[in-house]
């Protein structure tokens, strides 16, 4: 959180704190959804967020983080700028500022990065990322410079719908400059010192907006081109580490367009279109030949030679119509329809031990299409009881498939594993219709000078169709209908104990429907989708917390404990999922403090354990280390060296976690901890920025969790994280 020079006494204030806040970000909707402070300079240091900022994602109304009972993290566009320039992803970006969600991965997948245990649902723009097959990349479907803010609720919540079980991720992107016309871009390039050859990556990020009358528009447009990553001795790393794709020799653009028309002071209408794609253009494999040793004596090693017709890649394309009234008759209207069609292709993968696969070497893609629309409607009644009242509903269809391409095994064997000679298509996970039905209720009542009372319900149903098919095992499934509905609630109350400090209590309930394509491809010869455990599962989670913000100090704790009876997760590589009763109970920490004008420091903890009961009988084991990852540590160290220029350390964390006495099942190898070291140093010259980053500046040796895990099994998944990386950019506003 940033730092105050001073600290409003909240206390009889607190509502008309939220009212002045609200009516602040919906006069600033000309240029967004939520008001963003403009970047400040470097001895100001970094910014991540105040308890009276404004967010929309824990309520889907302006609120002040102060007046939520619930905890929410808020990266704001200076953090973005900071970690955009230094070659991360956002997985990793996210897993470093947000306590409770797991470290990334270094890969463009998020499979094992929980929130609090459990899955997220990730919108852009109030567009769900999520889809009915889950193939966890859900975070890898926009460039960062297209991004102005992130909201993150951590806990369960059913607030948009299904899926966030775990909590919300909320993209939000970048709004039109207020000016007739201004024109940023940055410029920049990354190497790898333990291997400078084969490692140089570069990107380009210029945007164009502005405002003409009551027009106003946007075009941010970003290319990279990501070569080769290397560990710590300088040896390759394989493109695709852990079978769930990478991002070593890959070009990806995304262009972001929006066009912005206020009909009146109080009406305002905008278009957005958002494309990203990314080629993995790659001639190298990960070498087969590891898997002949022991599991995690010999790492993942990159050979090259690759032949294959189709790369690994992603295709995300989201047209977003929103209207917003301020004033209709008394209350405030946000509408929206969306389009998203989604496509991504992963890299082939030898399934001939398993019968499961057909026995077979196969290249599965995923195809989506989703198209929706959000109805909210707010009132708030004055009087004694000053009561605010937000009602609304959600729709969403989606068609989803999962064919693959197999390849012939003499060809793959003649070439070591990197010859990989197509011979036809198959249908592996069938063509999955689904649609989501929402309406919702939620109050808010100020009570006295200290209490503030949110509670509210939401219905959802969902209905799922599947037509008859067979599995790459060749098992014959009877399709059908599933027809799911559920009542969810959520209640919370935020206390102000002094001007600076607040407590909150909150119950909340998530919804999700399973991964059902997960069960349906490896359904056996006769199932049918309607005999199938396919039921939806529902999360209870419960939180105490306490905030603070001093003069030179802020400070967060939550304790939370959430428990779900029809829990969902994979059993294994090659396992059907598991549904049984499952509890996860945690704690998160945050600190910020000003050391004096020119230094700060701060930091998060997370700690977190999850407990499951496969046979029912009352006796509950631990969850694998994929749903629940070690303590993680972060911390900063922040100097404000002269007006012109600040320097930043950071530390990550990622701790122990030794559950199962040397099992080796599918989650439960011990892990190890591991500490990263990344410097930042930021000088404001002439027009713009100029940034030097250096990742993993101790040249620490390390393998993520992950790895360690061995989805796979086999050291083909044991793969080394990146060395020391250094990445020099410029960034320019006219």
Do not use: C
């Not at 926009?142 to 803010?149: C, H, K, N, Q």
């Not at 992130?150 to 909320?170: K, L, N, P």
């Not at 496969?614 to 002269?642: Q, V």
């Amino acid at each position: 959180m940033q730092l105050t020079a001073k600290r409003k006494e909240r206390g009889v204030e607190l509502n008309g704190l939220r009212r002045q806040q609200v009516a602040a970000a919906w006069a600033a909707a000309g240029l967004a959804s939520v008001g963003v402070a403009a970047a400040q300079p470097a001895d100001e240091g970094e910014r991540v967020g105040t308890l009276s900022e404004v967010v929309v994602s824990a309520t889907r109304e302006e609120a002040s983080i102060a007046t939520i009972p619930g905890s929410v993290t808020v990266v704001t566009r200076e953090t973005i700028e900071r970690e955009a320039r230094s070659g991360k992803n956002l997985g990793d970006v996210l897993g470093e500022q947000v306590p409770g969600l797991a470290p990334g991965s270094d890969t463009i997948s998020n499979f094992g990065q929980t929130l609090r245990g459990r899955n997220v649902s990730v919108l852009i723009d109030g567009v769900p990322q999520n889809t009915t097959r889950n193939v966890s990349r859900n975070l890898a479907t926009i460039d960062l410079a297209a991004i102005e803010r992130i909201e993150v609720v951590r806990g369960a919540t059913a607030i948009y719908g299904d899926s966030a079980t775990g909590g919300v991720i909320h993209i939000i992107t970048r709004r039109a400059s207020g000016k007739p016309a201004e024109l940023e871009a940055s410029a920049g390039a990354s190497v790898s010192l333990t291997h400078p050859g084969d490692s140089l990556g570069v990107f380009l990020r210029p945007q164009l907006s502005g405002r003409h009358g009551d027009v106003d528009y946007l075009l941010n447009l970003a290319f990279e081109r990501t070569n080769g990553f290397f560990d710590a001795h300088g040896e390759r790393i394989p493109p695709d580490p852990h079978g769930q794709g990478g991002l070593a020799d890959t070009d990806s653009w995304n262009v972001l367009a929006k066009l912005g028309y206020a009909i009146d002071r109080d009406q305002r209408i905008q278009l957005s279109i958002d494309r990203y794609d990314a080629i993995q253009d790659t001639e190298f494999a990960s070498d087969p030949a590891v898997k002949a040793f022991a599991p995690r004596t010999v790492r993942s090693r990159a050979i090259p030679g690759l032949v294959l017709e189709d790369p690994q890649g992603t295709r995300n394309i989201t047209a977003n119509l929103d209207y917003r009234h301020g004033d209709l008759l008394g209350n405030r209207v946000h509408a929206q329809i969306f389009r998203r069609d989604y496509f991504t292709r992963f890299f082939p993968f030898d399934g001939r031990a398993f019968a499961i696969f057909g026995n077979s070497i196969f290249q599965s893609r995923l195809e989506s299409e989703k198209s929706g629309g959000r109805l909210e409607v707010e009132r708030k009644l004055e009087g004694r009881l000053p009561l605010s009242v937000l009602w609304g509903l959600d729709y969403t269809e989606e068609a989803t498939s999962q064919p693959v391409s197999l390849f012939d095994p003499a060809a793959f064997d003649a070439s070591g594993g990197l010859v990989f000679r197509k011979t036809g298509d198959r249908g592996w996970v069938p063509e999955i219709r689904q649609d989501n039905l929402g309406v919702f209720a939620q109050l808010e009542l100020p009570v006295g000078s200290r209490w503030l009372l949110r509670g509210g319900v939401r219905y959802e149903r969902v209905q799922v169709a599947v037509d008859d098919f067979v599995t790459l095992a060749g098992a014959s499934v009877q399709g059908g209908e599933l027809d799911f509905d559920e009542p969810l609630f959520n209640m919370g109350a935020v206390y102000t104990l002094t001007g600076a400090l607040s407590a909150y209590v909150s119950f909340s309930q998530g919804f999700s429907v399973p991964d059902i394509g997960l069960t349906l491809r490896g359904a056996p010869n006769g199932a049918s989708v309607n005999t199938l455990q396919l039921a939806p599962q529902k999360v209870d989670n419960y939180e105490i917390g306490v905030r603070g913000e001093w003069a030179n100090t802020a400070t967060s704790l939550a304790v939370y404990y959430n428990e779900s009876e029809l829990g969902a997760f994979s059993g294994g590589f090659n396992q059907p999922v598991v549904r049984a009763p499952e509890r996860i109970y945690g704690l998160e920490a945050t600190l910020d403090h000003r050391l004096s004008k020119r230094w700060k420091t701060g930091g998060t903890f997370t700690w977190l354990e999850g407990e499951t009961d496969p046979d029912r009988d009352g006796r509950y084991t631990y969850l694998n280390s994929f749903r629940i990852p070690p303590p993680k540590l972060t911390a900063y160290l922040e100097h404000a060296t002269t007006e012109r220029w600040l320097n930043r350390l950071e530390v990550l964390y990622s701790g122990e976690r030794d559950r199962f006495g040397g099992s080796t099942a599918f989650g439960e190898r011990p892990v190890d901890g591991y500490v990263t070291v990344d410097f930042y140093s930021r000088y404001r010259w002439g027009r713009g920025t100029l940034q030097l980053a250096v990742e993993n500046l101790l040249n620490e040796d390390y393998f993520v969790r992950e790895s360690q895990l061995l989805r796979t099994g086999a050291n083909d998944s044991y793969t080394a994280s990146p060395g020391t990386i250094l990445s020099v950019s410029y960034l320019a506003r006219w």
